[in-house]
């Protein structure tokens, strides 16, 4: 909790292999502080942190340290999960379609488990987001579930890790295999 205002605040750890990886990294994400928007998880600070490791004697270890907004729902994937009662996991196997347990029984006449209104709302929400990042000529590289974040029932598009900037047309790979567009 930031004491100046009581805000509840979250640090993403990044390790980096060295100073000059760690300085780089964090030119990087202060590009990130123009990103102003309700639907993006807002920057707040970063740092770089050092860190002497007891079995290691006198070789440091790097880290960039990142401040941001807390989002206390989760994130998109593990509300959809709670919801069908179902794990999602971006890095397993491929998924066997026809093994996928059903999903649990609705009675007649109820709300379903999540509402077509608010799903309807939420990709709206992300299609917000990233036309926001866009307009920087930023490309995200990771969209999917576990990068979105939820406060207050609304989803903010977070974790930049991957993220480019498009100055020029360019072909690289990165991203969460399971996710990529073919």
């Not at 709300?111 to 307009?135: F, G, T």
């Amino acid at each position: 909790t930031r004491q100046s205002d009581d805000k509840v605040l979250v640090l993403k750890k990044i390790r980096v292999d060295d100073i000059t990886d760690a300085n780089f990294a964090q030119a990087e994400a202060r590009e990130l502080r123009v990103l102003r928007h309700p639907r993006i998880v807002a920057y707040s600070d970063d740092f770089v942190h050092v860190e002497f490791m007891q079995n290691h004697a006198l070789e440091p270890s790097f880290f960039l340290v990142i401040v941001m907004e807390y989002c206390p729902e989760g994130d998109l994937a593990s509300r959809i999960a709670d919801a069908y009662g179902r794990d999602i996991d971006s890095d397993s196997e491929e998924i066997d379609e026809d093994n996928l347990p059903p999903l649990p029984e609705q009675p007649e006449h109820t709300e379903p488990i999540l509402a077509e209104r608010q799903a309807l709302a939420w990709i709206q929400q992300m299609a917000d987001a990233v036309a926001y990042v866009h307009s920087f000529d930023i490309i995200h590289r990771d969209i999917k579930s576990q990068n979105f974040f939820l406060m207050n029932d609304c989803v903010q598009l977070g974790d930049f890790g991957l993220c480019r900037r498009a100055v020029t047309q360019t072909i690289t790979v990165g991203g969460t295999d399971v996710y990529m567009a073919p």
